[in-house]
Structures are given as structure tokens and as C-alpha cells.
């Protein structure tokens, strides 16, 4: 499924040149890719790549099919590609254990054609291994909405009260993490919006309500998954003294001014970049001690412009995958 120009409907294409993996590179079957919410914003031209038409897509499973010379997977690999596609590996943040802020970083799904096909070529080094006991449909939200809540999560330190603003595919992750650890959930979501508020409390959430309003108590930390700048400021007043709030998306509209008297006394706003190969680490060794179970809605690979349209108008529990093959489905 090809992205010809921003604002335009992916198009189905049968003339893709199959490109056969260079030094360090693979060629991947592509099982399954989950849509994410960053898909909108390439498709809606909010973030823009170097070049156009290009494959979207960046939480790709599937199965080594090929490997360049020096590319440390085999053939038959069941492996995981993520949001991030390369680093150049010397710039200071890639030598100081921040890759995700790499200068020259490359993207799959943007700069580099991603997973709405059935098959794709990626850099051997930022592919992984996939645990064990999760299918293909299953594993592949963990692949980036997983990825960055993990990473999200992380920068609330060890807060034990936490606000998850808006309930999609993150924070269905997320939410399971976090009561693993012992912490408290509470889900933020738009007000009539009651059947993700249900959703989120089938999963363990003590509380769901309205966004603009506030949670029973005060938060000690608080992410906004949404992509709606005035939850900031929402999630500011809900905060408690030094509480932080963690922005999780790529992208967002325009955070609305507000008085200092929210900020003060020690609160903070910051916000996720990315990922790191540390993090997926991280997460799919985690996901199967929780358990993390992801809740999923299939479509098929022409299908990924209804994919799209039901993620934006929030018609589904949990993640939208686009699969590739029947095999996924089993």
C-alpha cells in the first residue's frame, strides 16, 4: 500500500520493485504491521518525508526470507521491526546511549518503506527476535505503541498514582504494565467516550473519566497518548507537587498557554523521542512475564485505508494490524 503525496489515500500497487538485501540488511516475509497513530500523521502530510511514494507502516512481523553479507539473523527468523530503521552510530547522542535522538536517524514507514506490504528489506541491526506464545496479530502492537509507552512509562520514574490520557493501543499496553509494577492506573479519556473508559477498566484501571476534567485524586504522573495539545494543561492540573506529565506521541496539535500556578511547585512537562534497541529489549522480555495481552482488530492489506479511518475516529479496542498472510490469522 503506497502513500503517492501527503492527504492522499494509500494505494494498492501490484509494480513494487522487490529491493534484495544489501551488506547488513535482510529481506523480511511480511506476516502482519500494526497501524499506529504516526501512520495518520505521514499520511495527513504532518510529518513529511524526503521522498515520495513510500510504504508506511513501522511494527512489522514477519519472516527472514534472505540476508546480505554481515547481517547476524538467518533465514527463517521470525523477527519484529520497529519505528526506528538506522542510526548513524557516532553522532554524540548515538555515543552517549541516546540513538533515539541520532541526527541522522532513519525511519521505517518514512524514510525508509515500512510494513503495508508483503514484503519489505531492513537493517539486520534494529530487527528482533519476537518472544515466544504471542502471534503475529498479537505481537505487533508491542512493536512501537508498546515500544514508546515502555519508554514513556519509564520517564515517570516511580510514580505510583498514573493518569494515561486518551486509551488506544499505548495505554492498553502500558496500563498492563504499570499495574505489574504495583502502580495505580487511571484512564483519561473524552467524556462521552464511554466505551473506552469500560475498556480501560476491564483491564484494571480503578477509575475512567473525562480528560478535561480530573481523576478522584492527584496524579503522580501522567501520560498523554492523544495527539491534543490541550490535555497538556489538563493533565497539569491533575498532576500532584513534582508530578510529571510525559507527552507520548510524535506529534500534536498546539498546547494552549496557561498559568504559571499549573507548572509550579516542581511539576514538569517532557517529551518522548523515539526509541532506543535498549527499549524493545526491554519490553519483549518483559511482555511475556506479565503478561501482556493485546487486544487486536484485523484487516487485510487493501483494507489499510479503513484501517487508518477507524484508528482516527478511535472505532476500535486496543490496535488495528494490517495482515499480509492467512498464516497470521491462525
Known amino acids: 500500500m503506497v ?5 492522499t489515500s494509500l494505494r494498492l500497487a501490484h509494480d513494487v520493485a522487490e529491493r534484495e538485501p544489501g551488506p547488513g540488511e535482510v529481506l523480511v516475509d511480511v506476516h502482519a504491521c500494526g497501524v499506529c497513530r504516526t501512520d495518520l500523521h505521514i499520511r495527513d502530510g504532518e510529518l513529511r518525508a524526503d521522498r515520495y511514494p513510500l510504504i508506511p507502516g513501522h511494527q512489522v512481523v514477519g519472516t527472514v526470507l534472505a540476508a546480505g553479507d554481515a547481517a547476524e539473523l538467518e533465514p527463517g527468523a521470525r523477527i519484529g521491526i520497529p519505528w526506528l530503521g538506522w542510526t548513524d552510530g557516532d553522532c554524540r547522542y548515538c555515543r552517549s546511549g541516546r540513538e533515539n535522538l541520532c541526527v541522522g536517524a532513519r525511519f521505517t514507514g518514512l524514510d525508509i518503506d515500512g510494513g503495508y506490504a508483503t514484503r519489505t528489506t531492513a537493517d539486520a541491526r534494529y530487527c528482533f527476535p519476537l518472544p515466544a506464545g ?5 505481537v505487533a502492537p508491542l512493536l512501537c505503541a508498546g515500544l514508546i509507552g515502555h519508554r514513556a512509562l519509564g520517564l515517570t520514574g516511580d510514580a505510583e ?8 493501543s499505548s495505554a492498553h499496553i502500558v496500563c498492563q504494565v504499570a499495574l505489574h509494577q504495583g502502580r495505580r492506573v487511571f484512564a483519561l479519556t473524552r467524556a ?13 484501571c480503578e477509575w475512567a473519566g473525562d480528560a478535561m476534567g480530573r481523576a478522584p485524586e492527584e496524579l503522580d504522573a501522567a501520560i498523554v497518548f492523544a495527539p491534543v495539545g490541550a490535555l497538556v494543561p489538563a493533565a ?5 507537587p513534582g508530578g510529571v506529565v510525559v507527552c507520548a506521541g510524535i506529534h500534536m496539535s498546539d498546547i494552549p498557554s496557561f498559568p504559571y500556578a499549573d507548572l509550579w511547585r516542581e511539576r514538569s512537562i517532557r517529551s518522548v523521542a523515539n526509541l532506543t534497541r535498549a527499549d524493545a529489549r526491554e519490553l519483549l522480555d518483559l511482555a511475556p512475564r506479565v503478561p501482556v495481552r493485546t487486544h487486536v482488530t484485523a484487516y487485510a492489506l487493501e483494507r489499510a485505508n ?3 479511518a ?3 475516529a478511535g472505532r476500535l479496542e486496543g490496535a488495528a494490524v494490517v495482515v499480509t498472510r492467512r498464516t497470521a490469522l491462525q
Open 236 to 240: 497539569l492540573r491533575a498532576l500532584a
Open 161 to 168: 498514582r498514573l493518569g494515561l490520557y486518551g486509551f488506544g
Open 134 to 138: 504471542y502471534g503475529d496479530l498479537e
Open 3 to 7: 502513500l503517492d503525496t501527503p492527504g
Open 310 to 312: 477507524d484508528v482516527r
Open 192 to 204: 462521552e467516550d464511554t466505551a473506552s473508559q469500560a475498556f480501560a477498566r476491564s483491564l484494571g
Open 306 to 308: 479503513d484501517a487508518l
